[in-house]
Nanobody, 115 residues
Framework: QVQVVESGGGSVQPGGSLRLSCGAS????????MGWYRQCPGKQRELVAE???????NYSESVKGRFAISRGNAKNTVDLQMNSLKLEDTAVYYC?????????WGQGTQVTVSS
């Protein structure tokens, strides 16, 4: 089975930075569709940033200009560089990997922004 694992979460002050990493394993496919979503307290899971199979990148307007998604050096990995973090960025961040018609999610990594 495909396993998706995130890392890099933690606590940071407003204006600080964090870098999240994600890796997908358990498949012979090269996963080209990967992205980051988050679930803020009391809200539904929402898009943060995603790289499509054609390498098109989509950002949520709330993070555009502050966050940057990129493919990692290792196979089936993706990173999320988060700069200028705000209190409202506090959430559990989930990595998504898509293979054919199937999607797989990691268990999430907590990001807490507080003064």
């Amino acid at each position: 089975q495909v396993q998706v694992v995130e890392s890099g979460g933690g606590s940071v002050q407003p204006g600080g930075s964090l870098r999240l990493s994600c890796g997908a394993s358990g498949t012979v496919f090269t996963i080209t569709r990967m992205g980051w979503y988050r679930q803020c307290p009391g809200k539904q899971r929402e898009l943060v940033a995603e790289i499509g199979s054609d390498d098109t990148i989509n950002y949520s307007e709330s993070v555009k200009g502050r966050f940057a998604i990129s493919r990692g050096n290792a196979k089936n990995t993706v990173d999320l560089q988060m700069n200028s973090l705000k209190l409202e960025d506090t959430a559990v961040y989930y990595c998504k990997a898509a293979i054919l018609i199937a999607t797989y999610w990691g268990q999430g990594t907590q990001v807490t922004v507080s003064s």
